[in-house]
């Protein structure tokens, strides 16, 4: 019922969304980064509703960025993924092992998996480079907004977060010592995480001239990279310090190199030697690592169909708030979770579709490819759609080769 009164509010504001899309887009887009004090306004825990609503705007508004410009279809990353993705779907939704998964968990993870190749697919109509400089500061003012409130909530603690009407499990989350992890604005800590990662590398990225030279603030740029940082530590999760970490060693090493970069590469790396022999308890606890792998193996062994087991067999879509009744699988590895829902043929799909975005990327585009890929090795990154959607859209604003994107303010 309360997704309907979304949707049926979604409508009623179609005009309005149509008229103000170009403005309403990056603010949508970017919501579930800052949408925790309108849970507690409304003093309500379903995360899920929040999400969907912000979801469908995007769409609509990115939509109409997309059929504002003369429509043809062309042959680019986002329309392979989607296409790929679209059979994955098609094929996990109706393979017979879906038979006991409830319709609503099947179209929930079917939306997981084509929201952010559909939303790529309008930064292809993005090519003004001042509306680009702006959403770029937008993350940015974003992220360390995101960073302070997680520093007053890691002194506020996890008793008075739950006072205030937040619930413990699913947004309230501690450490195994009992640290709390922070959430900052966002809708979830994992979010929190994981959108400061993917800032930091974006930070780096400015810092080290690699993209927008002389069009962002270096300086706005390293103080966002600084608040990074402290949400690593106040969100302390692996994938929220994974991500950053393989983005930036890519960036650093696979610039030119001269003596001096050398010898910074050199200090850089020793650095990090320090710093995972110090987050020992965090990366490294042989009792997590082999639980993984027992995990991983108890759920192949029992359900390693080839053919898999259909849409919503495991993963984001059985943790939802619609979902009711069902098992909640949780696998920590997003290759082995497509591969349980929709067999090696889904597993293939995904593979190609995401290395498609790889054609015609530049260096930055590739560091954060390349740290999806890797941290999907120990979470379900791409269940986390906001910040997959956020991720490819980076990577067609700011990753392309060519000129494709103008220094001017054409309207879209």
Excluded at 302 to 318: Q, Y
Aim: aromatic residues 14%.
């Amino acid at each position: 019922m309360n997704l309907l009164l979304v949707l049926a509010a979604g409508a009623a504001l179609t005009p309005f969304l149509i008229i103000y899309s170009r403005l309403l887009f990056p603010l949508f887009l970017l919501a579930p980064f800052y949408s925790l004090p309108l849970l507690l306004i409304l003093r309500t825990n379903d995360i899920g509703i929040i999400a969907v609503g912000f979801q469908f705007l995007s769409i609509v508004t990115g939509l109409v960025l997309l059929f504002r410009k003369p429509l043809s279809i062309t042959l680019n990353p986002s329309t392979i993924a989607l296409l790929l993705l679209t059979v994955l779907c098609i094929y996990g939704f109706f393979i017979p092992q879906t038979n006991s998964t409830p319709f609503i968990v099947k179209v929930i993870a079917s939306k997981s998996i084509l929201l952010p190749a559909t939303l790529s697919m309008v930064a292809y109509t993005i090519n003004d480079r001042r509306y680009i400089c702006n959403i770029i500061k937008m993350i940015f003012t974003i992220s360390i907004a995101n960073s302070i409130a997680g520093i007053f909530q890691l002194r506020l603690g996890t008793e008075k977060l739950i006072a205030l009407g937040l619930p413990y499990g699913t947004q309230v989350r501690e450490f195994k010592t009992g640290r709390l992890r922070a959430l900052g604005l966002s809708l979830s800590n994992f979010e929190f995480a994981l959108f400061s990662g993917l800032t930091a590398i974006l930070c780096y990225a400015i810092i080290s001239k690699i993209i927008l030279a002389g069009e962002v603030s270096r300086i706005f740029a390293l103080i966002t990279f600084v608040f990074s940082v402290v949400s690593m530590y106040t969100s302390i999760t692996r994938q929220g310090i994974l991500l950053p970490l393989i983005g930036i060693i890519f960036l650093e090493f696979t610039r030119p190199r001269n003596a001096v970069r050398i010898y910074t590469q050199s200090y850089f790396f020793f650095i990090l030697l320090i710093f995972l022999s110090l987050a020992n308890n965090l990366f490294l606890r042989s009792e997590s690592f082999y639980g993984r792998i027992q995990l991983w193996q108890t759920l192949l062994a029992e359900n390693g169909l080839f053919i898999g087991n259909g849409i919503g067999f495991c993963g984001g879509a059985t943790t939802s708030s619609f979902a009711r009744n069902i098992s909640q699988i949780f696998v920590d590895n997003f290759y082995i979770s497509i591969f349980l829902q929709a067999g090696l043929i889904g597993l293939l799909l995904y593979l190609i579709s995401l290395l498609s975005f790889f054609y015609e990327t530049n260096l930055f585009g590739k560091s954060v490819l390349i740290s999806i890929i890797f941290t999907s090795l120990v979470t379900e990154l791409w269940d986390y759609s906001s910040v997959a959607s956020l991720a490819l859209i980076l990577i067609i604003i700011l990753g392309r080769k060519n000129n494709e994107i103008i220094s001017n303010q054409k309207k879209l």
